[in-house]
């Protein structure tokens, strides 16, 4: 992964996606392994929270998707996906992204119809996104290993398994592990 130093220089100190020069940080795009991009505040804030999407502020897209650097490109599909709005399917259908860094992008489950689409509930039904904390509220012994993870026990930041709705993975006194969701309760 490219330090935080790479990243300013890669970008020029400017968000990589709109342009703002402004409460910049690296971004780790989820579901890859060692991608970032140096973004804003704004950008995060809404890529981090669908419901605060401003569709008006992701024109920038048209600009930013076509990006030489994979991780910028991932971002721009997935946010195109995400947007409620017409102009994001004439961007799609222009965007050139290879097919493994599409398979990357597809791996959040954006693009995907909602029939289709895997959703992660917790014991009582509530539906899991990624970066969540949750509780286990169960103790369960990890495979491969002596180790057992204590009821009551919080795991934060989970990432979710995009091919199975009842696995999660998540950090537990230091080691990453799988849990199945019927254990844990969204914090």
Do not use: F
Not at 50 to 57: A, E, G, L, V
Not at 58 to 73: G, Q, Y
Not at 78 to 104: K, S, V
Not at 142 to 154: L, R
């Amino acid at each position: 992964m490219l330090s935080e130093k790479e990243l300013q220089q890669r970008s020029n100190s400017k968000c990589e996606l709109c342009g703002n020069e402004e409460n910049l940080a690296v971004y780790n795009v989820p579901e890859t392994n060692d991608l970032a991009i140096y973004a804003c505040s704004t950008c995060i804030e809404q890529m981090d929270d669908s419901d605060k999407i401003d569709s008006n502020h992701w024109r920038c897209l048209n600009d930013s998707m076509w990006s030489e650097h994979n991780a910028v490109k991932i971002m721009a599909w997935r946010m195109l996906n995400r947007i409620e709005a017409d102009w994001t399917q004439d961007l799609l259908g222009m965007m050139y992204i290879e097919d493994d860094i599409l398979e990357l992008a597809k791996a959040a489950g954006d693009g995907v119809s909602d029939e289709n689409k895997i959703v992660h509930r917790d014991v009582n039904g509530v539906v899991l996104e990624h970066g969540d904390s949750v509780v286990l509220i169960k103790d369960l012994k990890v495979k491969g290993s002596s180790m057992v993870a204590k009821q009551g026990t919080a795991v934060r930041n989970i990432r979710l398994d995009h091919e199975n709705a009842e696995y999660i993975e998540g950090k537990v006194d230091g080691q990453q592990i799988v849990i199945i969701t019927q254990y844990v309760k969204k914090i």
